[in-house]
């Protein structure tokens, strides 16, 4: 059994003896090792400089008015104390909402139209792939700052239902429009 | 307090404002001074920051944790500031002004700035520099973030970041021993 045993393990020495199969099958680019010897020296000397040692450099340049943090805080706190409902309830006036929303689609719509116009003018002296890299920049980050926020179905669902209600919708909900109507319109 | 209790602090409607005063505390400064970096002046980065805070207040509820707390805050931060240099480079967009001049010009004679020569040529070597590298030199040499940290701001990978951060020092180096 050790002899059958040996034999065949000279036979794989053997094939492995193959002067070609020690070859090596991998390149590299040209030039490579020249290249990555001084990539390694730049390193170095960059993470040896003045501007990686130096604690002066790193001292904050940029102040503050005085107290800024504590004011930031204070205002920050009455913008965020501010109830939303301080905007006065308009249930009563809801045929006005509509009217209003109405009214901002429709110059929205027409001022659409006309910006579009000459954003399509303005682009058209970008390189297209200018354009592309732009809108790709920045819809990665918008994107990913959707995506960190959990309750964005249930806003968006909100925005859709608010959107979408229409005038005999909001009158189903509240019968006594009629009454506000012929009350306002006097 | 830890950030975990301020988010869950953040949930409960009565311990709603305390957990994020909690937040500003904690993290006002450090996302100013990031802000402030990447615009300069004073007065525009106290118009970014309270954007910025108020939009982290109205969507912390919504918070995953699925990252850390404060890069969710740099990143909002980072989006932010940078939009505010869009729009004002959309305004620039006829004249031979750019949004950096200003920046540079705010560096020289703007408020509540307060360095010496070499500390300013700094700081103009970095407006040289493309945005991204900007951002990755800013974040590693001033604040000391680690690779890892950036890469979940900006969405960027470590190997990348590596490159620009590379590429940023060397430039900034050179720009330092000209003239």
């Known amino acids: 059994l050790t002899i059958k045993a040996s034999m065949t393990s000279k036979r794989n020495d053997s094939t492995l003896n193959n002067k070609n199969l020690k070859k090596s099958i991998f390149t590299v680019p040209k030039d490579y090792f020249e290249l990555l010897s001084e990539k390694v020296r730049s390193k170095i000397s960059t993470e040896e400089s003045e501007l990686m040692k130096s604690s002066i450099l790193r001292q904050n340049v940029f102040q503050t008015p005085d107290n800024y943090f504590e004011n930031l805080k204070s205002s920050i706190n009455a913008r965020i104390e501010q109830p939303e409902s301080k905007v006065v309830p308009m249930y009563k006036y809801q045929w006005l909402r509509y009217a209003a929303a109405a009214v901002i689609l429709i110059g929205i719509a027409i001022f659409g139209l006309q910006k579009q116009q000459e954003d399509i003018n303005l682009l058209a002296g970008v390189p297209d792939l200018a354009i592309i890299e732009y809108l790709e920049e920045k819809q990665a980050l918008e994107y990913d700052l959707l995506l960190s926020v959990t309750d964005l179905n249930t806003i968006l669902d909100d925005m859709i239902i608010e959107e979408t209600s229409s005038l005999s919708f909001a009158m189903g909900e509240h019968p006594e429009l009629d009454y506000e109507f012929e009350y306002l319109d006097y | 307090l830890e950030d975990h209790q301020i988010i869950e602090n953040f949930k409960d409607p009565s311990t709603k404002n305390k957990a994020f005063n909690a937040l500003l505390e904690k993290y006002q400064q450090r996302i100013y001074w990031h802000i402030r970096k990447i615009i300069i002046d004073h007065d525009d980065t106290d118009d970014v920051i309270q954007e910025v805070l108020i939009k982290i207040y109205k969507n912390l509820s919504g918070f995953r944790e699925a990252s850390q707390l404060y890069t969710w805050l740099y990143r909002i931060a980072t989006n932010e500031a940078l939009t505010f240099l869009k ?87 050179d720009y330092l021993t000209e003239d």
């Open chain 2, 87 to 173: 729009r004002k480079q959309k305004k620039f967009a006829y004249s031979l002004e750019d949004v950096n001049n200003e920046l540079e010009n705010k560096l020289s004679s703007g408020s509540y700035i307060n360095g010496d020569e070499i500390q300013l040529k700094l700081q103009k070597a970095i407006l040289t520099l493309p945005e991204k590298q900007r951002l990755v030199f800013n974040m590693k040499y001033f604040d000391d973030l680690k690779y890892q940290e950036i890469s979940d701001i900006l969405g960027t990978s470590v190997g990348g970041l590596k490159a620009n951060f590379h590429l940023a020092v060397k430039k900034i180096q």
